[in-house]
């Protein structure tokens, strides 16, 4: 939750997104702030020529960063410019994960795992052994050894 004298600091700095990075573990869970592109700055550190664009997020845990799919403008009011960070985590966070279902089986495990951020490899995992469990039981009428051969490459996979 954000306090009233951070909503009032979010609100009075809302035309200078740096300024309100500090705050955005408290707006969007597990992020610890932004990738911020800065165009140009004037002696007084001042954003010239606009604000900055957000390349991507920094994890709260850990060291991982994920860029987003396309660089957003930090234009507009405050709760406009956050709203539109959403919708590009959502959209980024989308798109890695079809990507990754799809390169599930197309490399090798180990670079796999390496590829992606972690919740993405969680939830592809997760999706892959639901969808492997159900083709072992469809193939359970066929087959009596399937539970045990899936069992098997769940072991090799480890």
């Known amino acids: 939750f954000v306090s009233m004298a951070e909503l009032l600091d979010l609100l009075s700095n809302s035309s200078s997104p740096m300024k309100i990075m500090h705050h955005m573990p408290k707006i969007v869970t597990a992020i610890a702030k932004l990738e911020l592109e800065v165009k140009s700055t004037n002696q007084n550190g001042d954003t010239e020529g606009g604000r900055p664009n957000?390349?991507?997020m920094h994890a709260l845990v850990g060291?991982?960063?994920v860029p987003f799919t396309k660089e957003l403008p930090l234009q507009g009011k405050v709760e406009t410019y956050l709203h539109k960070t959403l919708e590009a985590m959502q959209e980024t966070l989308w798109a890695i994960l079809k990507r990754s279902v799809k390169r599930y089986s197309e490399i090798p495990r180990a670079e796999?795992?390496?590829e992606d951020c972690a919740q993405i490899t969680l939830v592809t995992s997760q999706i892959m052994w639901a969808q492997e469990v159900e083709e072992a039981f469809a193939q359970l009428s066929r087959r009596s050894t399937a539970m045990k051969e899936y069992n098997h490459k769940q072991v090799?996979?480890?």
Do not use: D, M
């Open 112 to 114: 796999w795992l390496a």
């Open 63 to 65: 060291y991982e960063y």
């Open 54 to 56: 957000a390349k991507g």
């Open 156 to 158: 090799q996979q480890l």
